[in-house]
């Protein structure tokens, strides 16, 4: 997963960039970068959080009126510095810059054919394969050969473009498997994947950015263009279940209140005769709201999540392993100790957590532990751009529920239908909920 | 603040320390160290998280049986690296090394006389008048050299100590002021500002060390001693109100327990006509709970918190500031969006976040806000160990509750009670009130 | 300027790469970079010296038997990370890696042309061309593309290249502009820009590489490819009057022989009637160890050099200047006062350190300071990767020797005949001389 | 070893300090650190070198008229953090600052006694019983004070002292082992430990501190006072022959000429018949030329220093040792291949480097080596701040000169006398030369 923002402006924005990207750190922690321009295109990145790599001397070097950030989690590629975004390279036109969420499906087989005709690549990033094509279509007309390197890149793609004719552009794919949103303050545009961005730079929200559009931002006007053939919109559930912040709305649906309702339905679907409901943090309060809200079973914090346990955290050893557990959450005593437990959590991947969490209730003192997940069994791998493990290795993929259950060692488990996922959300809301069912919008296996 | 550590064991407890200091963090985020020692003491420390100061090759060249650790938010003091504890120094009897959280009334005075002796002093911090004394009152018997000092020493103080004599002593104040805490694992000996560092190293929580207490571990052995002269217990209640954790527990009462009983009973003594409860994150938690449990107002999360935004973030300027805010804390406008809110918070110091935060949640569509706080008004300065501001910028001390109210524009504006605060805990828990009502324990005039 | 190196094995040899760039430090110390390979090529690389840039941990995971490495004095493309070599991409053959020492001179218009053809340029620096014209022309024979490549390209260039085959290969432009030299250790290869590198990893020099010549050594074997087209061979001579090591042989002649020498000429050339001969330190000795041993003229240490003075050096202000002088090069007073002194240097660029140091010898008491240059005056700009100047900076393109002497207030001034220069080397060492009398090898206007 | 500085000005010396300790930082790599005030004394110090520990900001920070400064070498005392200079203090009369060079003998003995009263003590450095000494017997005149001080303090010291009364105090020990000079740049006075401090910040040497002299300074006045018990003077040897720069001059002998005529001297005592003088750079610069010039043979460069091989320098595992060796010195192959050659060094310690040295020579292709050293074999250790190593490490000391020969594989070795020591010394050069004969100016074994 990724963060991508863009600003075009009469003014210096490196600052608003800035605090755009700590917007969306949560949407990667690897790396981050932002590249900004008055005539020429400069940048700045590094391997680390917003805070660590940027600090109010590169931000001064980075002033500019028109502008392009991005965080990073990396999905394909490996995790090494030139991997990072923005992507900055010159062809015809001069240079461009370009930040990009989500994952192609084909890029080995594009990547095989441009080395033919003696392209070299720096990168091991998706990215650089739309940024040759661009570059190699483009003629003298940049939308026609951004359509044109759409006809050939499949999968999800939400981008950020930047040239130095003083253009921003915003692209996302046809099926709008990643948010982009625009917003705008006073005559300054802001494109984001999250409307946190727009809300803490002052702006307003204006809308989604269509499934295949391609907005043209220059001259304080915007204009949109579209890829010639239409998909069905399926934006990728996994932002509302679990990668957005709880303020995003996506596609007109709040993430918010998707999770509470999925809680609520839950507990309709499968109730549990219990003390208290305590969620996993952070991920399951929303959730867990829901929950107590229904089943009338009080709500309390049974977890007390460490803030401070982050990436430069020496691991523990084997022999340590149940500290660094504890360390990230510890069970407060005192809540749970003789209750029935509900903990709820958004979704179960591997299940090493879940597991450990339960041992660590039960050890604390809890009766009995009931798990309730706000999301259907994760069965399928994602090609789009979450970081879910290769089938063998998702629980839900191997074993069935019961078996789960046992492995995980709850009293009992249970998980959201894939329809009580659909009434959880506004009516018309088209969602990819491949990772479920194995229905893929787009065929990873024939490209 | 600060929070310190101490272990006893047979086996190498480097990381272990390390992992307690995590889990205290929260405690001080400005600078921390560690001592340890086999035969002799050797220690590292610096500015900034745990994190950040500690890598895996410092932490193989600490390695040793005995140790202590510090994290530290400067109270008195400048904040400067040879601030950072623990103090390592040597005397008659080898070397010592000290870790110190609280605050002592007559550190001035002190200083001041053994200046007049000769001395030198190295650091601005009160913990180098207390490691000064026990050297000067030692002749061969280290635990009379304690009680001596103690006997010139006034004010929060809770100590662990090591000796190269592989002892390692903790000692409270005759008040009792700041938490500390003996835990088992197997034979050896933790001891901590909080359980949190207890239970996440698998240990069993003993008891709380009391006031006066000066514990003395050797051996395998543990052995008490007392302060002659005795005090009445005086807790600090801002622990359970603002500064420890929600799973810790102190003097025999729960944090999180006391927060969601404040809550209830400020529900109770101030009842509000609303739609929904929101909590500040993440310290308002607790009593939103509590205010949502006896009202029956559902609870919601309104405030989004952004978990990146720490110390070396680039501070917006003026025109930036209401960045800084929303960056901080953005409002969920789907949740607030014409309702009447209920905000709890857990305290008023200054006065300026409220007055931020409601201004925000108007912004985002609130209807009404109504600001409750589970603590009473702070109106007297803290000379105990809290960072509370002088008495000029106490908001509390300078206005009645309806100007307050007023100042910060909230709809209504009510604070928990002195009796509901007491209520609040459980019967025979003592603390130290003196920031709402001025009755300090101890006098801070005299000396 | 850059050095360049690399290594072919069947042992891991990044440590000897990491010892080999120590050697060459002189040639660049604004960034450096190894790549290396076993199967797959791996890189590291930074802003700073190989002692800033590369750690233990970091030479650890270059493990590899094949590999090169290079030290950059940005010449061409500004000085940023991103033009840091190695350059490592990925095309049809899998992934290459490339490093370069010289300078093209028809890159620009290189560049364009490949940018009309749709392809991005990653960074400004000449190489990222080359390395695009051998993956453009590669079909199935690599030499075959260099050659190819070799074609297009006009200007000095030594490059060591490596790809997943598994072979290293050496190219030295058809002029040998710059050096390049090949040496074996038992059955290992060494190329470098140096022969320090083999004597201190305790290898044998074998030969130059010749202009025009590709190396290719693969599976314990080497075979010599050559460029069509020759060219007369047109070693750059400001390697042997400044930038080469004393040790460094290059094309048969040794370069301390030749500085020695170049001072002995200089004397007979240009005698003097003085008290002592005294170095510009360090590139001065021994020119002035060949002037005292044909003049009879006693050779004294004058100025004392400051080993620390680097580049992270915080710059004196305008009132500060002579404090920076002085800290360079501190006169020894004892030598100079009251003494006719004859200070020798290699070269002159711009006149403004002679021009320093004449005024401080006299500060220090000197009662004459005749001034002699071991080269003649540079008049015309370099081309091919020495970084003088543009010629309006150049003191002698736009003043005579007179006119010099006036401004540098010496009290005489005489340079090395380009005849001296000559009869400095051996009989059959053909140089450029360009930046003397404008002659350039290689036209560098037309292209 | 460690040098030192202080600067009394009526305008900010901050950076003067700065270029100070540049000009010192052959003294001292270790750490370094400057104290500076108005009315308040502040301090930064760090490890590492000047370029590495100070940069614009902590510079800025330093601001002040009044000032002092260290550079260290560690001897006495770990190599630690703490145990950096300038060491800063408070004590009755408000904030001191102390910077030491030398070495006290009965520091073990003074530090016990202090602890029996009491004290701590925070670093392993002989500095801090200094300054706690001044501090104890500190009534209300510190010249006085001082005086008591230098009573219990035996060995080696020259100190420069600040406090925030505006005063600078520079102290040097009754024999004057350690240089310290007394400058002055218009009104302002600077010392230093030698005179290119002075030099390079333009300012005018005025004479060195007297043996036992204590000179104060304060409101542009200047104020000598002495110890009473009276010393013969003994001047470290060593400063000349290897620790000082060759623009030093102590006690009225200049280093530079001194080791020129030591080499003369030896040339005479110890002629040898050979083709070429070479010396072991950079030390043994000076004595080659003096040799040369006294026996006729001609001085070559025949070893090439790298100048990037320093403290962060990745050492070579067994198998690279020669790596290491060759990379720090490589010889000239052109230059000593077939050749009789005299290696001048100036001094043998252990005979480790002499012997790779020899070693590297011959498989150069010289055909003899004969050491020859500008210093009498070193068989005694030294207390008073040289960094010899125990006896039975002194190669001299356990082997006769024929033994030694045998060791390190010379064709011949020879040692200037102690009397063509003296020779080489201006007549009323009192100085230290325990090292050689062990007649130590201050019993190291009593005290």
Partial sequence: MCGIIGIHSKQDISKDLYYGLFS????????CGIATMNEKIKQYKGMGLVSDVFNANTLNELQGNIGIGHVRYSTAGGSNEFNSQPLVGSFKKGK?????NGNLINKSILKERLEDEGLIFHTTIDSEVILYLIARYYKKNLIEAIKKAMKFIKGAYSLVIMTEDKELIAVRDPNGFRPLLLGKRDDEFIVSSENVSIDILGGDFVRDIAPGEILHIKDGKET??????????????????YFSRNDATIDCQNVYEFRVKSGEILAKEFPCDADIVIPVPDSGWAGAIGYSNYSKIPLKEGLVKNRYVGRTF??????????GVRLKLNPLKEVVEGKRVVLIDDSIVRGTTSKKLIDSLRKAG????????????????????????RRRNLIASNNSIDEIKSVIKADSLAFLSIDGLKQSSIKDFKF???????NYPVDPVIL
Same sequence: chains 1, 2, 3, 4.
């Fill in 224 to 241: 949109s263009y579209f890829y010639d053939e239409k998909e069905e919109k399926s934006t990728c559930i996994f932002e509302h279940i």
């Fill in 24 to 31: 969306l750190q949560h949407r990667g922690q690897e790396s």
């Fill in 432 to 438: 990819c909920k491949a990772c479920f069912d194995g």
């Fill in 314 to 323: 020496i691991k523990p050893t084997q022999r340590e392993r149940e500290i």
């Fill in 366 to 389: 809890a009766k009995e532990v009931h798990l309730r997940i706000t999301s259907p069994p994760v069965k399928y791998s994602c090609y789009f751009g979450i970081d879910t493990p």
């Fill in 96 to 100: 461009i810059a370009l930040a990009h």
